[in-house]
């Protein structure tokens, strides 16, 4: 699915972003500190897979992962936290990979508590899309990835319950200081129905923010379908790898072939 907004790059600006690594995240939901999978984030179609976060964490890292994306869905429902779980994590592995953190950063003091726990990134969804500006404060306490979850290109917000009325298309304009743009099509997400190549395709030729892709990716022709979009700078996998379609190791082989 494309937004109908696809810009025509220089050919200058096409070469300078033409074969690149690919970052590869994979993803721990965290549920009242056990790992899960929601299908189209919706709450009541949770599959639970470890009673061990950092066990996984441990895991992703020993099979060569560099960063995990870590999401808090407990402090995303606004249902209490699970920050515990992701300082634990981060003392056992943050030596050794990069922490990206979502769920329920609504503030300052949320990104500062993360911060500190040894978090190297934070990922802000429905207060980004409130507050643009909010990220242009919480980036001088920690890089920021701005979450933009969308149906149809429509971004919802508030644990995807909610629609609003920003299209992905304007809204990638909107955050000159993040770090990056997670990109997920809630339609596709844990649903191992593909990644929406177009969509981001059109993304990232409207913004030189990074761009991170998630939501449905199934198997390794996936990747290397999403290696080949010109300025996609990482891709989140969560469901395919904890349902054995293919492990870390074989994913990062392919995204940075």
């Known amino acids: 699915m494309g937004w109908g907004c696809c810009a025509t790059s220089s050919m200058q600006h096409d070469s300078l972003r033409h074969r690149h690594s690919v970052d590869l995240f994979p993803a721990i939901d965290v549920r009242g500190g ?6 189209q984030g919706d709450f009541a179609r949770e ?3 470890d009673d ?4 996984v964490a ?22 209490g936290n699970n920050r515990d779980v992701v300082r634990r994590i981060a003392n056992e592995v943050g030596g050794e990979v990069r922490i990206q953190v979502g769920g329920g950063v609504r503030s300052v003091d949320d990104a500062q508590q993360l911060a500190d726990a040894g978090v190297s990134r934070v990922v802000m969804g429905s207060a980004a899309v409130r507050e643009p500006q909010l990220v242009d404060v919480v980036a001088r306490v920690i890089d920021v990835a701005v979450g933009l979850d969308h149906r149809n290109g429509e971004v919802a917000t508030d644990g995807w319950l ?4 920003l299209t992905v298309s304007a809204a990638v304009t909107q955050y000159p200081k993040a770090a990056a ?18 969509g981001l395709r059109d993304v990232c030729a409207l913004t030189s923010t990074p761009v991170i892709a998630s939501g449905g990716v199934a198997q390794l022709d996936d990747l290397r379908m999403l290696r080949e979009v010109r300025g996609l700078a990482g891709v989140i996998v969560g469901k395919a790898i904890y349902e054995g379609r293919f492990e870390v190791g074989a994913a990062l082989r392919v995204l940075r072939a």
Do not use: C, Q
Request: proline residues 2%; without cysteine; charged residues 35%.
């Open 162 to 165: 909610r629609g609003s009325s």
């Open 47 to 49: 599959r639970r897979y």
């Open 52 to 55: 061990d976060a950092i066990e």
């Open 58 to 79: 441990r895991r992703f890292v020993a099979n060569g992962a560099t960063w995990l994306h870590v999401v808090d869905l407990d402090a995303a429902k606004g249902d």
């Open 34 to 39: 056990r790992v899960v999978r929601l299908e």
């Open 181 to 198: 743009l997670v990109i997920t099509d809630i339609s596709r997400d844990g649903m191992l129905a593909g990644p929406d190549v177009d």
